[in-house]
């Protein structure tokens, strides 16, 4: 897969960096997964739940879950299925960024050429779901170390 598939956030932060802005954290990255194909939410919660630094608080299977969900458990990330049944994409971005406490997004989808719509909607960032597990990792730290900074 191409590098080209996640889209950076604004400013690129050398990987040591973000492994230590991560492990700086008191407490984790609270992230909610939303996709629509269970096996996809497996292997994300799998390799996510691996690193102390991130806690996976919550499922989604669709947009009326992940809406339910989000004033609850107040995720700091929302890995967002470009393609959750429910509603468009764009809305449901469009009502995280008129919440009083905004999750940071990153879009998972099937192709790379959605990743300039997903930044158009104002996604946070983009992954394949055909990239290395890596660059998921990588897209997370860098919004926490963004987060982490602000």
Known sequence: MSSACLQPVPRQIPQKTLHRVAQ???????????????????????LLEER????????AANSQ??????????????LLDWDLPGGSTVDLLDAFRRL???????????????GQAARAASADAF????????????????????????
């Open 24 to 46: 700086e954290r008191t407490t984790p990255v609270r992230i909610l997964i939303a996709d629509h194909q269970s096996a996809v939410r497996s292997a994300v919660r799998l």
């Open 52 to 59: 102390l630094e991130l806690d996976v608080v919550g499922e």
């Open 65 to 78: 879950e992940l809406l339910a969900q989000l004033e609850h458990l107040r995720p700091d990330i929302i």
């Open 100 to 114: 009083n406490r905004q999750p940071r997004v990153i879009v998972l989808g099937t192709y790379p050429e959605l």
């Open 127 to 150: 992954v394949s779901k055909g990239d290395p597990p890596r660059r998921l990792l990588t897209a997370v730290r860098a919004l926490a170390a963004e987060d982490q900074r602000e």
